[in-house]
């Protein structure tokens, strides 16, 4: 079975620093991009970026370039978001999600979804 | 960025309607496009990609269809656990941007 676990919820003050976690399972963990999306609270969803784990190719939305840093250890077959300087405007849920496909940039939609991060980042 | 505008933000219908929600791309995607259903609290579902392939498991009621820059997605018969948002994200180029969301109300 396929499955994405995150790293549970945190509460963190502006300025400070935070790495969230996606591990993957139940499949060929470098045979797919793992990308992250962000929801802010009652708001939609929002593309950050997204990894293969096979290369650490990387692609960041420009909205989020600079602000944020995509990796992924293979070895334990799991992927990171991280901020170095929080801000309160981070406070939000991060998914990360697998797609169905990926073939020379083209995806096929995102079957898989971790259950959610929700960052709470206030003084 | 290729900018995608889902119409209507808000819909509200009852048990047994049919619904219609379109999405319009900024630039032609061809037929990369993926659908989602979101409930409170929850990830997103995937319910249609390639603008007209239903994901396994998804009931028939659900159907996409479109290519280029207009796409729609149709609820046949509206069901109670119908309600929710609805996402679409265009899946021809980084960034996978999404629509804005159209919340399904009971009316």
């Known amino acids: 079975e396929v499955q994405l676990v995150q790293s549970g919820a945190e509460v963190k003050k502006p300025g400070e620093s935070l790495k969230i976690s996606c591990k993957g399972s139940g499949y060929s963990f470098t045979s797919y991009w793992i990308g992250w999306v962000r929801q802010m609270p009652g708001k939609g969803l929002e593309w950050m970026g997204i990894?293969?784990?096979?290369?650490?190719?990387?692609r960041y939305s420009p909205s989020f370039r600079g602000q944020v840093t995509i990796s992924a250890d293979k070895s334990i077959t799991t992927a990171y978001l991280q901020w170095s300087s929080l801000m309160a405007s981070d406070t939000a849920m991060y998914y990360c999600a697998r797609p169905l496909t990926m073939v020379r940039g083209v995806m096929g939609g995102i079957d898989y979804w971790g259950q959610g991060t929700l960052v709470t980042v206030s003084s | 960025d290729i900018q995608m505008t889902q119409s209507p933000s808000s819909v509200s219908a009852s048990v047994g309607d049919r619904v219609t929600i379109t999405c319009r791309a900024s630039q032609g995607i061809s037929s990369w496009l993926a659908w989602y259903q979101q409930k409170p609290g929850k990830a997103p579902k995937l319910l249609i990609y390639a603008a007209s392939s239903l994901h396994s498991g998804v009931p028939s009621r659900f159907s996409g269809s479109g290519s280029g820059t207009d796409f729609t997605l149709t609820i046949s018969s509206l069901q109670p656990e119908d309600f929710a948002t609805y996402y679409c994200q265009q899946a021809n180029s980084f960034p996978y941007t999404f629509g804005q969301g159209t919340k399904l109300e009971i009316k």
């Open positions: 990894i293969n784990p096979g290369d650490s190719d990387t």
